[in-house]
């Protein structure tokens, strides 16, 4: 316990400013206020901002939120090893989805994995019946991830 308040309600504090956060990033960014009148930005500023979401939400999860990843790695009855190679991995991807702002060929495989990934992460959250804000964070980078994916191959 710190100061009267326990673990748990720190990190639930933490999530939701986090998630504020980053909704409000994406608000702010996508519409831009103007003297009465909303002026939306372009596609590729959406996928810039997208492209960074991703790659600073994979960033803090982690490098500085480590000690989660290992408890619920845990959780998942996954070993060491695998947390590794998906850290390594979930990095890896991140740091490509950063090259592909000034590389965009590359942005179709990373984004595909990185979904595919969320995906999995969504499979092992609902198989420990891990309450529903456990499942926000990797909905939320799915979607991103699926979106660089659609507009690489053209669906939308």
Same mark, same amino acid.
């Given at each position: 316990?710190?100061?009267?308040?326990?673990?748990?309600?720190?990190? #639930?504090?933490?999530?939701?400013?986090?998630?504020?956060?980053?909704?409000?990033?994406?608000?702010?960014?996508?519409?831009?206020?103007?003297?009465?009148?909303? #002026?939306?930005? %372009?596609?590729? @500023?959406?996928?810039?901002?997208? #492209?960074?979401?991703?790659?600073?939400?994979?960033?803090?999860?982690?490098?500085?939120?480590?000690?989660?990843?290992?408890?619920?790695?845990?959780?998942?009855?996954?070993?060491?090893?695998?947390? @590794? /190679?998906?850290?390594?991995? #979930?990095? %890896?991807?991140?740091?490509?989805?950063?090259?592909?702002?000034?590389?965009?060929?590359?942005?179709?495989?990373?984004? /595909?994995?990185?979904?595919?990934?969320?995906?999995? /992460?969504?499979?092992?959250?609902?198989?420990?019946?891990?309450?529903?804000?456990?499942?926000?964070?990797?909905?939320?980078?799915?979607?991103?991830?699926?979106?660089?994916? /659609?507009?690489?191959? %053209?669906?939308?």
């Amino acid at each position: 316990m710190l100061n009267g308040i326990q673990k748990d309600e720190i990190e #639930k504090i933490t999530f939701v400013f986090y998630f504020f956060f980053q909704t409000c990033l994406c608000y702010i960014l996508v519409k831009k206020k103007y003297i009465g009148h909303t #002026k939306s930005i %372009s596609m590729n @500023t959406i996928l810039l901002i997208s #492209k960074l979401i991703l790659a600073f939400s994979i960033l803090v999860v982690w490098v500085f939120r480590f000690e989660n990843i290992v408890l619920e790695f845990q959780q998942y009855g996954l070993s060491n090893l695998v947390r @590794t /190679a998906v850290g390594a991995l #979930k990095i %890896s991807l991140a740091t490509l989805l950063v090259a592909s702002i000034w590389y965009p060929d590359l942005v179709l495989v990373p984004a /595909a994995l990185m979904a595919a990934l969320m995906l999995s /992460a969504q499979y092992f959250h609902f198989r420990v019946r891990n309450p529903f804000h456990k499942y926000l964070p990797s909905i939320g980078l799915f979607c991103l991830s699926f979106l660089l994916v /659609a507009v690489e191959l %053209s669906w939308v």
